[in-house]
């Protein structure tokens, strides 16, 4: 049997080696527009502000590995065109333009997602390689990576803008500020971070922003890029800003070209995928950012693209692919950040997030000793858990604090996929020590005073 993989970064990379790692006879051709593979586009920031010190890091896997599996990758191959009913994929390579033609049994799209490009005056600038008036920047790409690090190298670069305050605007603004720059950080929501964290916890982190020297603009749109050739001021609804670089950083979409007129979709692109990670074409598997995936907190199919879940659904696709039967177990969106020493963590669906939903759901905020205050240090934890109203079903969690519990997240998780209650979470077996919780720790507490 032969499998084609089309696109090769976390979700690729991991199908394309379970395939050839649960049957060593299978043929499987991964075809990629790049020429690298597992870019860890988390660690850009790290990079940029000088933690990580070599990029190369950042990679878990390469062609040349992929290739002494047994797993045939033809990097540089831009997929263009899918014809479902002869089972046959067409394209260029882009070192040479000369066309190619592949043909298989089943199919798994790893096509990815890039970065939203909103309709700004004065963005785009078609003579540049990623369309982006000069001095503007994405970061998702290795590549992209690099020009970043090369552009704020440059003593003339001064003062950056960074517009989204997401995950990747608030670590690339510390990074920015570890570079000693002057930074802007905008964002059109009231609030930073706000579709993963509730105003309980992104106030100290808007705080700890301030307190670094970050000027920080919130509830405020960037309308205009100006500069003659490349970015000088950016205005927005309420004022006008000079600087010398800025990065784009409001979300992502799918790569929906090669199949939306023939796969059903979401509104926005993503894939339809049952729990087998198949679509609605026969033989023909969605997986990663390209891809809808099911949200044990909400109950419906969401976009959350994530290298956790591209990477768990590869693997369920490769196995399906290969006739077996295994089913993904939903997704809960957990993901975890450190801004400037404060450490946050979140899960599931926050309380506002919720409601936007159309969920009936209360909540429960906490502050508790990390450990028995008797011992000779401890920190404050903030933790909140939002959970339906009737049933009292877990749908999220939020965790903040000086000290690092990002990882206790992932109970909360545990609890969302697996239809859990506040009162259930509350009586669960978590261990005891002075050393490191209290008798009912912060963790059960915020479940046991919830009402």
């Known amino acids: 049997m032969k499998i084609i993989v089309i696109g090769c970064n976390h979700a690729g990379t991991w199908a394309a080696k379970t395939l050839k790692a649960t049957d060593p006879k299978c043929q499987v051709v991964a075809y990629d527009r790049n020429d690298n593979i597992s870019f ?5 920031a790290l990079w940029v502000g000088g933690t990580v010190k070599d990029p190369e890091g950042l990679f878990y896997a390469s062609p040349e590995g992929l290739e002494s599996e047994g797993i045939s990758v033809r990097m540089g191959y831009d997929v263009t065109e899918i014809d ?3 089972k046959k994929i067409r394209g260029k390579i882009l070192a040479t333009g000369a066309a190619f033609e592949d043909n298989y049994d089943k199919l798994i799209l790893a096509a990815g997602s890039w970065p939203v490009m909103p309709p700004i005056e004065g963005l785009t600038d078609p003579n540049t390689e990623y369309g982006l008036k000069k001095g503007i920047f994405f970061s998702k790409l290795y590549q992209q990576g690099r020009d970043i690090i090369n552009e704020i190298s440059k003593p003339e670069v001064k003062r950056v803008m960074v517009i989204g305050a997401g995950y990747i605007g608030v670590e690339l603004v510390e990074a920015f500020k570890n570079r ?3 930074v802007i950080l905008t964002e059109a929501m009231p609030r930073v971070m706000a579709n993963y964290f509730d105003k309980e916890i992104t106030d100290e982190a808007e705080k700890r922003i301030r307190d670094a020297g970050i000027e920080l603009h919130l509830g405020e749109t960037v309308k205009k890029f100006e500069g003659d050739g490349r970015l000088q001021r950016v205005i927005t609804d309420k004022g006008a800003y000079d ?3 800025a990065v784009l950083s409001v979300g992502f979409r799918p790569n929906s070209d090669l199949y939306k007129d023939h796969l059903k979709t979401l509104p ?3 894939i339809k995928v049952n729990m087998k990670m198949e679509t609605s074409e026969k033989d023909v598997y969605a997986i990663g950012d390209c891809a809808a995936v099911h949200s044990c907190a909400s109950g419906k199919d969401e976009y959350i693209a994530l290298a956790t879940n591209a990477v768990r659904m590869g693997i369920v696709a490769a196995c399906n692919a290969l006739g077996q039967s295994v089913e993904y177990v939903g997704t809960q969106g957990s993901n975890a950040i450190c801004v400037f020493g404060y450490n946050m963590a979140s899960t599931g669906l926050s309380e506002e997030a919720a409601k936007a939903k159309g969920l009936k759901v209360k909540s429960n905020f906490f502050r508790d000793a990390e450990r028995p205050e008797f011992m000779p240090t401890y920190e404050e934890v903030a933790v909140k858990i939002v959970y339906e109203e009737d049933s009292g079903r877990l749908v999220g969690a939020q965790i903040a604090s000086n000290h690092n519990h990002a990882e206790a997240i992932h109970a909360f998780s545990l609890a969302i996929q697996n239809g859990m209650s506040v009162r259930q979470f509350a009586l669960s077996d978590f261990f005891f020590l002075p050393h490191y919780n209290k008798p009912l720790s912060w963790m059960t507490m915020v479940a ?4």
């Open 84 to 86: 479902w009913n002869a």
């Open 180 to 182: 000693g720059k002057e």
């Open 40 to 44: 860890l586009a988390c660690g850009i």
């Open 448 to 451: 046991y005073t919830a009402k």
């Open 243 to 245: 600087v010398d670089m």
């Open 268 to 270: 926005n692109g993503a």
